[in-house]
Every structure is written in structure tokens, then in C-alpha cells.
């Protein structure tokens, strides 16, 4: 009988990728099982007629904002290129009244307007300082006594036009969050964690960059997906039509409730975090076209905030996010559903999604539907975590879970709303992990981890 390997990494997302590439650095014989037939996950890249086209993630931060990531990058070797990770010029913009304005989520647009009152920005300036005052951790925002509070009451007592304008639809926009429904904690320590988008950027090659370097470098084997996970007396054992593997651990890097069907009969704390961990989906259609459009006002930036649209929550130009999305003289645009529109469209057939967020990019981009040469869709049925009050509470029995054979890696681990989230988790895992693997017989050296 053949050995079996250290880990099985069920997704090769980034959580799955940065947990293979720790272990494996630590010295685990490790292998990742993918079901798609390409790495990626919410941040792989479709490669169609010259365009590079973002399915989800779109941005990174600096590196105070997402270290975890930012690691990685220096581990691949990725920052040795100047021009592999450029800053996006007008990251964020808010459309009001007719027009886009810009630098939305910077100091400069306290000053120019963002669209909002005087007395909005003022606010917006204080809940700033509040915020970063409280120092909310976005690894464990269970901790921030926030209790049941959403994100509708966090904005109760602020003034209205945060909601309405900018902080709401940044949440609904963005993250699928529905205010009313949300937990205030994990937005509060995702606004203060952040930065500025003035420092936001975005891969030259594709937002895949990461994922596919990390791959190039482990063995991962895709098409092939799990279909259920047992622990044994010998190791666990992971099904799939392409076969069982038996490994002495694994670590599920899938959504939750993906997590939580492959292994039903996880410890009760799992199961009950795996419960709590709902999701928004989200549904993107990027538009191919044979101009590069801009919204009026806003001609160089990417990220429009459409704060009172019923289907569409934001506009993003991404020939603007960089020239290389889009071919010489043609153009890249997406629109990101708002969160009823993504729930009543994420079973319709793609003409009715075209016809329906066609009908209303007129507003926002005249002309648009005329230059339409193709189009995509993206449907995540599990877009971003949806924290709520309940997956605050059943969140620390989670935490402090022993180390077991299965584990599990996601940005669904600490609620936040993005690849950082996802590739801060590989970092725990991989150190849960590799103490169970040492537990259980001689030790490798961790000096890598
Ligand atoms: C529209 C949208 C916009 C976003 N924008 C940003 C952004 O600008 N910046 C940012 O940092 N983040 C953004 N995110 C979030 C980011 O994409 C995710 O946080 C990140 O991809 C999560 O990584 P993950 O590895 O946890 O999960 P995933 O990326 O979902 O990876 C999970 C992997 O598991 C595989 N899988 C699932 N089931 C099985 C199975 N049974 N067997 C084998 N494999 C399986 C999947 O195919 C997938 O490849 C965005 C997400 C969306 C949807």
C-alpha cells in the first residue's frame, strides 16, 4: 500500500493555494483537489477575445491593510516587476445626480464632495476617527462587543446620507450586505482596515496572478471535486468521481455551506459555525465592448458607486482599472448586481440577465448598449460571507476548537469580505495543521511556516 500524503486541500481559491504552499514550504507532502478545471476560485481571470476579465476580486490594498496577502506576493517573487501590481487610479467614485464623483474612501474626498453634503462628510470624518480609534481586529470581530448591532444600526446615528449614498450601497455594492441584516462588526473592521483607496491596486495580469503562481508551484489536480470527506482510522478519505484519496489530514478551502455538505458529520462547534456562516451571492455581467466608455464626470476611474439604482450596485470601467484589460480602442465594463437583483437573476438564463442590467446602464453609460460586442456572466451562489448576529455568537467555540485531522481555510473564518480574509486563514490552518500532523508522529521542521 502506497504512503498516504501529509494533506488533501479540498479548492484551490486562494485559501486553499496559501495553505498548500505553507505546508508544502514546511516540508508536508500535500495535494490540492479542485473541481473547476482551472485555479482561482472568486478571483480567477477569463482570457476571451484580448480581454482579461476579472469574474470577481478586483482589487488589492498595501500592505497594511492585507499582509497576509502581501507576503505571499514577496514569497512569489511578484514584487520584483514595479509594473506587476500598479496602484488604480480613481479606485472609487459615487454616482449622484447625473454624474460620477470622484475619490470616494479617501482623505481628498472630505474635500472635493463625493456627493455628499458638508455636514455628510463632516460625519463621515468622525466615524472615520471612531473607528480607527476602537482599532477593530477584521481577524476576530466577534470581539468587538458590538453585540447584535447591524450594519443599519451602526449608521442609525449618523447622518442620513452615509447611509443612503455612500456607506449602504458600499456594503450592498460591494459585499452583497444587506444593511438591515449584516453585523455591523465585520464591516466596521473592514472599513477601518482598508486604507485608503488611494492606495488600492490591482494585478497588471489578471487577479488570478497570485493563485496561478502559487499553483505553478504544488501539486494540484483540477476537475476533480469532492464529493464527501470521512476521517478514519487511517487518515481521511475524500471521495470524488475521479477517484478516493486517503490523506492524514485535510483542509476544506470551500465556501461554508460547501464545507459543511462534504462533511455532515463534523464535531458539533463546527457544525454550528458551519451553519452560522451564510452567504450573499453575487452576480456580475461584464460587458465587451467596441469603445472604451466612461461615466460622465469620473472619465479615468474605475469603481462607480450607483447608490439608488434598483438592479445595478456598481459600474466598474475596467479598461480604466488598467489598459490591459481590454484591447486598443475597445472597452471592458462590469455591473455588479445589487443583492435582490443578484438573488432574482442567479437562475434566469444570460439573455434576461443582459436584457435586465442592460436596460439600465443607459443611465450611467449613454450609448453603452449599442457598443456591446459580448458579454459574460458570473454567478456566485456564494459570493461573499454574510455575517449576522448569529455567526458572531457561534463564532469563538469555533475558534477554539482542537486541532483534528479535517480543517478547514476560507474568508468565510473571520467573516471578512475579501482575499485577505481568505489567505490570513491559510496561515492559521497551516499552523493547526502541521500541529496535528506533528502530534500525531515525528516532527518537520516549521522554520518555513
Ligand atoms: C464579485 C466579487 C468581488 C470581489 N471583490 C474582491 C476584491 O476586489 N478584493 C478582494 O480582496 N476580494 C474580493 N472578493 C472576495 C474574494 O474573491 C474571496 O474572498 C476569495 O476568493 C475567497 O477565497 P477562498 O479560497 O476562501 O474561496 P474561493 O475563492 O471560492 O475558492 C474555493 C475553491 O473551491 C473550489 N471548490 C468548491 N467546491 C469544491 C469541491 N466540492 N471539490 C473541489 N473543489 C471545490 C471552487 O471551485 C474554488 O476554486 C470578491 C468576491 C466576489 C464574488
Redesign the pocket.
Known amino acids: 500500500m502506497s504512503t498516504p500524503i501529509d494533506v488533501a486541500v479540498?479548492?484551490?481559491?486562494?485559501?486553499?493555494?496559501?495553505t498548500a504552499h505553507l505546508l508544502t514550504a514546511a516540508g508536508c507532502t500535500v495535494r490540492v483537489?479542485?473541481?473547476?478545471e482551472?485555479?482561482?476560485?472568486?478571483?480567477?481571470t477569463l482570457r476571451t477575445d484580448g480581454h482579461l476579465i476579472?469574474?470577481?476580486?478586483?482589487?488589492?490594498?498595501s500592505a497594511d491593510a492585507?499582509p497576509a496577502?502581501w507576503r505571499l506576493i514577496r514569497a512569489m517573487g511578484l514584487d520584483h516587476d514595479p509594473e506587476a501590481i500598479p496602484l488604480v487610479r480613481d479606485a472609487l467614485s459615487v454616482w449622484w445626480k447625473g454624474r460620477s464623483h470622484r475619490h470616494a474612501g479617501r482623505p481628498l474626498g472630505l474635500l472635493t464632495g463625493m456627493g455628499l453634503s458638508p455636514s455628510a462628510r463632516l460625519d463621515l470624518a468622525r466615524l472615520q476617527l471612531d473607528l480607527g480609534r476602537s482599532d477593530p481586529d477584521p481577524e476576530h470581530p466577534e470581539r468587538a462587543g458590538t453585540g447584535e448591532a447591524t450594519i443599519a444600526d451602526l449608521l442609525r446615528t449618523h447622518h442620513p446620507q452615509l447611509r443612503e449614498r455612500l456607506l449602504g450601497p458600499l456594503a450592498a455594492g460591494?459585499?452583497?450586505w444587506p444593511a438591515e441584516r449584516a453585523a455591523a462588526a465585520p464591516f466596521a473592521a473592514h472599513l477601518a482596515s482598508a486604507g485608503s483607496t488611494a492606495t488600492w491596486r490591482t494585478y497588471r495580469d489578471g487577479?488570478d496572478t497570485l493563485?496561478r503562481a502559487l499553483a505553478a508551484r504544488l501539486d494540484v489536480r483540477t476537475g476533480?471535486?469532492?464529493?464527501a470527506l470521512a476521517p478514519g482510522p487511517d487518515g481521511v478519505r475524500l471521495d470524488?468521481p475521479r477517484g478516493a484519496l486517503t490523506a492524514r489530514t485535510a483542509v476544506l478551502?470551500?465556501?461554508a455551506p460547501?464545507a459543511a455538505?462534504?462533511y455532515p458529520d463534523a464535531p458539533a462547534a463546527e457544525r454550528a459555525y458551519l451553519a452560522a456562516c451564510g452567504y450573499a451571492p453575487?452576480?456580475?455581467l461584464s460587458l465587451m465592448l467596441d469603445a472604451p466608455l466612461s461615466p460622465r464626470g469620473a472619465r479615468r476611474g474605475f469603481a462607480h458607486l450607483v447608490p439608488d439604482d434598483p438592479r445595478i450596485g456598481v459600474v466598474t470601467i475596467d479598461h480604466a482599472k488598467h489598459p490591459g484589460r481590454a484591447p486598443r480602442g475597445r472597452g471592458l465594463i462590469s455591473l455588479?448586481a445589487t443583492p435582490t437583483a443578484a438573488r432574482d437573476l442567479m437562475d434566469a438564463p444570460d439573455d434576461e440577465v443582459d436584457r435586465r442590467l442592460l436596460e439600465r446602464v443607459e443611465r450611467y453609460l449613454p450609448g453603452a448598449t449599442a457598443r456591446v460586442r459580448g458579454t459574460v456572466t458570473?454567478r456566485?451562489r456564494?459570493?461573499?460571507?454574510l455575517p449576522e448576529a448569529h455567526t458572531m455568537s457561534a463564532r469563538p467555540a469555533f475558534v477554539d476548537r482542537p486541532p483534528a485531522a479535517v480543517d478547514y481555510?476560507?474568508?468565510?473564518i473571520s467573516s471578512?469580505?475579501?482575499?485577505?480574509?481568505?489567505?490570513a486563514?491559510a496561515y492559521t490552518a497551516a499552523e493547526r495543521v502541521f500541529a496535528f500532523l506533528t502530534a500525531t508522529r515525528a516532527p518537520t521542521p516549521i522554520e518555513a511556516l
Open positions: 479540498v479548492g484551490a481559491g486562494p485559501a486553499g493555494l496559501a483537489l479542485e473541481s473547476a482551472e485555479v482561482g476560485g472568486r478571483m480567477r476579472d469574474t470577481g476580486a478586483e482589487m488589492i490594498p492585507y496577502t460591494f459585499f452583497g487577479m493563485p476533480h471535486p469532492v464529493t470524488s478551502a470551500v465556501p460547501v455538505g462534504l453575487m452576480l456580475r455588479i458570473h456566485f456564494h459570493g461573499l460571507p481555510a476560507g474568508d468565510w471578512r469580505p475579501c482575499s485577505e480574509g481568505a489567505v486563514s
